[in-house]
């Protein structure tokens, strides 16, 4: 990646991904400033967190695909410095997250509410949590709660659960008053999750290759013999009965990422235990209802505030290394949250505009 001096008044200093190579072909440039639509808001950007899709959007690998050149990132949190003529309800000089779509690794960024959502945050929410709050916490809590109808005391199996989902999602799950048993690879990251409140850890590289029911007599074990409640399934692969077999009588199968690889399942394997598979689609569906993800942030906020949930931030970059920071998630060696930080003399150049 290249780096050039502090940016003019009237430019933004942004990573841009100029072909769908991968990490190697970013650069870190400084673009002119974007026009305000009048339902847009600027956000000088003070973090940025890295999710699993920013790593398939530059390699042109993610559904929504976005032709070079372009900004990545998907969230931001930062500082409203402008507000479009009809924007209501945002002002400037509000602290805010925001799910931005692309172009969030840069040092400011233009939302449009309400197909990007802009949430204000607490007080005392620091802006690097803040950049790493509303697709894992948002994901976890509409996909357990929402879809998946969690309620206290029932058991939830979490994969993939180091990583920004996973963590959120044993802190959400734990926080809802569910028992939590974790999956994750190696001791480092299972000792992460257990800090994190998993009642149970599973390190996958420890199962026995050869059992292929290894995972789920585990589970059973560890919930006297019924199995889960609740999956909520980040990885994925082929074959995913193993996670279907921890499932209790009436158990909910979440399919939230497919890391591993996209599984194709027999659907008599749902009337075995009467079964449901479910999908969950977070940005999709905060789409559709904004007021039911409204709803969940709040939720979420008032959690942070009781300190039932906060962000793992297990790795920090500066924006000029914003490749590494994706290289991170890319080679499967995230604990927690990703996040890069904005340079603090560029960092809201627009302020008290
Ligand atoms: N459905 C939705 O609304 C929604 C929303 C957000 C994200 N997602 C999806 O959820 C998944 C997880 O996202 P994330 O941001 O939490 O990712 P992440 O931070 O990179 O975590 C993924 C975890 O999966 C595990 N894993 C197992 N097999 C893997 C493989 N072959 N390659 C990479 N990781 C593997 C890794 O843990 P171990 O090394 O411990 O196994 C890793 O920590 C992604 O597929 C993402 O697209 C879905």
Sequence with gaps: MTSTATPAEDTVRAVVCTELTGEDALEVRDRPRAPLGPRAVRIAVRAASVNYPDVLMIRGQYQARTEPPFVPGTE?????????????????GDRVL??????AFATEAVVTPPWQQVHRIPDAMPYDEAAAFDITYGTAYHGLIGRGG?????SVLVTGASGGCGS???QVAKAAGARVLAVAGGAE?????????ADAAFDHRELDPADPKALSALVRQHTGGQGVDVVFDTVGGADIREPLRALAWNGR??????????PTVSVNQTILKCISII?????MSALHDPAANARDMKALFDWYREGKVRPSIGHRYPLAEAAEALRVVR??????????????????PAAGR
Excluded: N
């Design 76 to 92: 931001a949190a930062g500082d409203i410095v402008e507000v479009g003529a009809e924007v209501t309800g945002l002002a400037v």
């Design 98 to 103: 925001s799910v931005v779509g692309v172009g």
């Design 150 to 154: 969690l309620v206290a005391g029932e």
């Design 168 to 170: 959120a999602a044993v």
């Design 189 to 197: 990251k299972t000792a992460l999750v257990r800090e994190l409140g």
């Design 253 to 262: 199968y979440l399919a939230i990422g497919f890391a591993g690889g996209i």
């Design 279 to 283: 999908g969950v689609a977070y940005g």
């Design 331 to 348: 080679q499967r060696r995230v604990l927690g949250k990703v996040v890069i930080e904005m340079p603090s003399d560029v960092s809201s």
